[in-house]
Every structure is written in C-alpha cells, then in structure tokens.
C-alpha cells in the first residue's frame, strides 16, 4: 500500500493515483493540485491549542481530550517554540514519551497546524543520521483533495529524494472499510477534531542535512511557518492548577 515517487512521477500519473490512497479514493483525478485548506468545518483555536499545551483547560469543548496527551514538558516546549517560526518540528525518534504512553509534541503541533489550516511538517532524527521528514495532509481537512495535493507535495520535491506516499493511515478492517463509510469521512473532516481523525502521510528518508533541507523546502512552499503568538519558553510557565483526579495533572492532557 506504499508508493515510491521519483523522477519519474510526471510520467505515470494513473499508476500512482490508483495507489495513493488504498483505503480512500475520493477525488478521481490526475492533475496535481496546491494544497489547500478546507473553510467552515470545526478547527481549534490557536488561543485554546495553546492553553491545552500548558496543561490549561481549552475555552471551546473538544480541542483537548484526556485521553491524548498534549501538555508538553521543557524539552518539548523548546522544539515547539523553534517549530513554530521555522514550519517544521525536529523529533528525537517518534517523540514517544513513555510516561505518558503517547508524544504530546506530536499531538500539540499537529493541533496548532490544524488551526491554522496548514500540512503538518515532522523531521524524526534517526540515530543512524537517516532521518525521516514527515508531511501530514490531514490538518487541511480536505480528504477529497488529498491524493492530487500529495501528488503536487511529490513534484516540487521531484530531485531531492524518493516520496514515500503511504496515505491515510487507517487499516482495511477500519470503519472506513465500505464505500458508504468512505464517504462519511469527508463529514468526520468537517465536524471532529483532529486526533480522532487518520494522517495522510507522505515521508522522505535523508541524510540528516538533506533532511533539513527538504523539511525547509516543503515549509515554504506550504506556507507552514508562522511568528509564534502565545507564550514562549523563554517567558515561563503560566501557573497550573492541577486537575480534580487526572493521572497526568492539568487540563488538556
């Protein structure tokens, strides 16, 4: 259910978009598209992502949840301070935190993609200094228009290495499995927030160099760099009354 994309890509549309997407194939078209980000359906706040990402309680139901955790720790809130300005997050590994049985830095910053409406763009630094550069589409909200922006995310890249396009990340067994229920997930993108809904994933293997390269490549294309608003590290942590009976203390976790 993966494809490699690389010189080549202009040559074999067809091939690739009947492998882009295995699960879901909403948009039937050849033609690479800008991505672009869906208007009127259910976003966060950059104020409540931001709140949550403290430990604080989110003023709009539904952006945190205690079940996925996005209170970051120091080290964390360093990377996410540096993301923010420069349109991509750098990850020692997946960012797992044992502790917490999930990576809040994941969580937080594909939450405050999805509030501003751009792909979300990870760099995970490998020991071996291969490292892996991560674009989630799923912040755009747009799952019909999926498949030709990721094929457009693999063309201005065309040179810099092979595009891994691996798609949404559900499994044929999901609720997704029907064609019925494929057409409800344009709805899910619409109305849920975005830790319960699927990635769609393009990555790239590099050098850690190029990785970085490419990673900054991608966010000005995208646009995914933004002059942080919000509290920095730098400024300190807000005070934080841990919450009634969380395992984790606070809200937002």
Same mark, same amino acid.
């Given at each position: ?69 996005? &209170?970051?720790?120091?080290?964390? #809130?360093?990377?996410?301070? =540096?993301?923010?300005? /420069?349109?991509?997050?750098? *990850? $020692? ?16 910053? &594909?939450?405050?993609?999805?509030? #501003?409406?751009?792909?979300? =763009?990870?760099?995970? /630094?490998?020991?071996?200094? *291969? $490292? ?122």
């Amino acid at each position: 259910n993966k494809i490699m994309v690389g010189a080549s890509l202009a040559s074999q549309p067809a091939v690739i978009l009947a492998c882009l997407s295995p699960i879901v194939r909403c948009a039937v078209t050849t033609t690479a598209s800008f991505p672009m980000a869906a208007k009127h359906v259910w976003r966060p706040t950059l104020d409540d992502v931001e709140r949550i990402s403290w430990g604080r309680s989110a003023k709009r139901k539904g952006t945190g949840s205690r079940g996925v955790p996005h &209170r970051l720790n120091d080290a964390e #809130r360093r990377l996410y301070d =540096l993301a923010r300005r /420069k349109g991509f997050v750098e *990850i $020692d590994g997946s960012g797992w935190r044992r502790e917490r049985s999930d990576s809040p830095l994941v969580n937080t910053y &594909r939450s405050w993609c999805d509030a #501003r409406g751009v792909p979300a =763009l990870y760099v995970h /630094k490998a020991r071996d200094g *291969i $490292d892996e550069v991560v674009l989630d589409l799923s912040p755009l909200r747009t799952p019909d228009q999926f498949e030709p922006a990721g094929i457009y995310c693999a063309e201005v890249t065309i040179g810099m290495g092979d595009c891994n396009v691996e798609g949404l990340q559900v499994l044929p067994s999901s609720r997704y499995a029907t064609e019925e229920e494929q057409q409800n997930l344009i709805s899910e993108f619409e109305t849920r927030p975005i830790y319960q809904l699927p990635q769609y994933i393009l990555s790239w293997l590099r050098p850690r160099a190029d990785a970085k390269a490419l990673a900054k490549h991608l966010g000005e294309y995208l646009n995914t760099a933004h002059v942080a608003k919000g509290r920095t590290k730098s400024k300190g942590a807000p005070h934080v009354k841990p919450g009634k009976a969380r395992r984790h203390g606070g809200f937002g976790i």
